[in-house]
């Protein structure tokens, strides 16, 4: 299977296309593969498969695949297997582990700053009487652990004395701490040394309720700071839709909170600088870029993580410099370097990031969040833009990353992307959404070929909505100009999902899902599912969704026979129960040549 590439993916399909057999056949044999990519960061290098193109840019696209292509909407997205729970692992540093990390930053820098530049009078007498405190209480000498001695036969690996974090703790001279290591070796040999030196710290981040680390290292704290900083550059990257020299560049006092007239929603804005288009009065790029007119429109987890990166660097700085390990200060980097983290060096950290919360899934048992390596390889920025704008129209009401507000984050993208020229993120969501909306037509066409009924108040919308899309466009690769054409079409905004029990006919005013239908000063271009009215006059119904419905029916009878749930559980299962036999009675009753309805199997 590793022999298989985008192009072999995209000559099959043609095959299946130019045979004999039907349009399902066909789909079933290309849903196979998908499920197969969906399978691939658990699957042994030989055994995986790159994204198929179909899965990327629709079932209709296929016949013509972008391979060789490039540009940022030819960019593979990051695998929903492996974004998802980075991004669950970078909020949880952000929200759960900054604190702990920001106090080992502090507790750090304080024993450093502690540690004597000479020697002076009573040093030796101070360090003896700590290792005799230490022998007394039974407790081991702070040590490093991974030190390698080279041997002529082999590498030894051992712990040594951790001088610096000693000479910090009792304020004297890191020589004089190696002389008298020096001289009482012998007396110290006894004396147990641990592989870890802990900072007197609490630890208040939880996993569950279990510590996310027993105790942070001395020197394991500079690296926590580069992880956190990634951690930062992670969700600022991903949730916000900034290019990646965008969010590179922003300096500190960039975030301000703003609220909107009306809406209790808290959000904020982020004032830096932008590259693309920039120019002089004569036409000529400015590489330095310009301070961008508009704010980007960020919701809560980035103005988050842009206070946490505030707290890791110097006032008036970059949040992103290229030194930011929280230890000694560095020397000042060449000119020709800049200060800034660089796309490469930020691509490494990800990496790195990845390995460290992959250490804690392993830790805490919780193998359900381990972030596999991306099918597609490594994770840089630039991807991470692609894929906010494919998660957002992909997955119904934003279902990832465990709860957060996507319906949130693509109203304040679009809100601050709006009057942006070229192809920015509204362009990019635009087209990632006519994607989406073209598939949902094509399976609406295709379940009507196969005849199934359908039924509810808006049952003739949607199947003339499937009617007009295959007169139209079944069958052909659509260009970007259609693709807005479909957008801006109002009679073909049928929205479905693979959960759901009904297709929606979008008709802004006839939605009951949106509570300011009518407003022309707030327009709605899509529904709201977890407001989705059944009373509402946009319901359509097929067979499709009728077998969700029993399969729903007999798991919740399942579920009432059990005997495992509480009284008002079983009352709201059979609630639900019951409505979902009179959808199905319903549908039933609606079909052609029916005089009597169906009894319900109640």
């Known amino acids: 299977m590793a022999e298989v590439d985008v192009s072999t993916l995209a000559d099959y399909a043609v095959f299946l296309r130019e045979g004999d057999r039907t349009r ?33 840019h629709g079932t209709d696209d296929y016949l013509v695949a972008p391979h060789g292509a490039t540009g940022r909407n030819h ?41 004597q530049p000479g020697r002076s009078p009573g040093e030796n007498q101070i360090l003896r009487t700590y290792f005799d405190r230490l022998r007394v209480t039974g407790q081991p000498i702070p040590g490093i652990s991974g030190i390698t001695i080279l041997r002529r036969s082999s590498p030894l690996v051992r712990t040594a004395i951790n001088v610096r974090y000693i000479a910090g703790t009792l304020g004297i001279s890191i020589p004089a701490a190696r002389g008298v290591i020096a001289r009482d070796r012998a007396g110290l040999r006894d004396h147990p040394v641990a592989d870890r030196a802990n ?56 975030c301000a909170a703003a609220g909107s007239s009306g809406n209790s929603v808290l959000r904020h804005h ?13 036409g000529n790029t ?61 691509a490494y950290r990800i990496e790195r990031f990845i390995g460290l919360a992959n250490d804690l899934t392993h830790d805490h048992g919780r193998g359900h969040e381990l972030v596999p390596a991306d099918p597609a390889g490594t994770i840089v920025l630039s991807r991470l833009r692609q894929t906010v704008g494919w998660f957002i ?18 109203l304040t993208m679009s809100e601050a992307y709006g009057s942006r020229a070229g192809m920015d993120m509204t362009e990019i969501l635009d087209l990632e959404r006519s994607r989406t909306l073209a598939d949902t037509l094509a399976q609406t066409a295709e379940r009507m070929r196969d005849g199934e009924h359908v039924s509810g108040p808006a049952a003739e919308r949607y199947q003339g909505a499937a009617a007009e899309f295959t007169a139209a466009y079944q069958g052909s690769h659509l260009t970007a100009r259609q693709y807005r054409a479909l957008l801006n079409n109002p009679q073909l905004r049928v929205f479905d999902h693979d959960d759901a029990l009904l297709a929606c006919n979008h008709n802004p005013l006839k939605a009951l899902c949106d509570p300011h239908r009518g407003n022309p000063t707030r327009p709605t271009g899509t529904p709201s599912f977890d407001r989705c009215n059944t009373a509402c006059a946009n319901v359509a119904r097929t067979d499709t969704h009728i077998d969700r419905a029993r399969r729903e029916a007999a798991a919740l009878q399942h ?38 309805p169906a009894e319900p199997s109640q």
């Open 24 to 56: 399902g056949y066909a789909a079933r044999q290309l849903l196979a593969l998908t499920r197969h990519w969906a399978y691939t960061p658990y699957l042994l290098p030989q055994d995986r498969i790159p994204m198929p193109p179909w899965d990327e």
């Open 75 to 115: 960019r593979v997205p990051i695998h929903p297997a492996t974004m998802s729970p980075l991004l669950v692992w970078a909020l949880r540093f952000v929200t759960d582990f900054a604190p702990d990390i920001l106090t080992a930053r502090d507790e750090h820098t304080r024993l450093l700053a502690n540690i």
């Open 199 to 254: 900072l007197d710290i609490p630890i208040t981040g939880r996993i569950n309720t279990k510590p996310w680390l027993e105790g942070i290292d001395f020197d394991q704290a500079p690296v926590l700071v580069t992880h956190l900083s990634t951690a930062c550059l992670i969700v600022v990257s991903y949730l916000s839709g900034m290019r990646p020299e965008e969010v590179l560049h922003l300096r500190h006092g960039c």
């Open 270 to 282: 982020v004032t830096g600088l932008h590259f693309k288009g920039v120019t002089d009065d004569e």
């Open 286 to 346: 400015i590489a330095a870029g310009e301070i961008r007119e508009q704010p980007w429109t960020v919701i809560a987890p980035v103005a988050t993580a842009i206070t946490v990166l505030e707290h890791l660097t110097e006032p008036g700085g970059l949040l992103f410099p290229i030194d930011i390990d929280g230890g000694p200060a560095k020397a000042a980097p060449k000119p020709w370097r800049g200060e800034s983290l660089t796309p490469a060096a930020a």
């Open 393 to 410: 129209n992909r997955l119904p009401g934003g279902r990832v990353a465990l709860g957060i507000q996507y319906g949130h984050l693509q």
């Open 559 to 596: 579920e009432i026979d059990s005997g495992l749930h509480p009284q008002p559980i079983r009352n709201r299962h059979q609630q639900r129960r019951i409505r979902l036999l009179e959808i199905i009675d319903r549908h039933e009753r609606d079909k052609p040549g029916l005089d009597q």
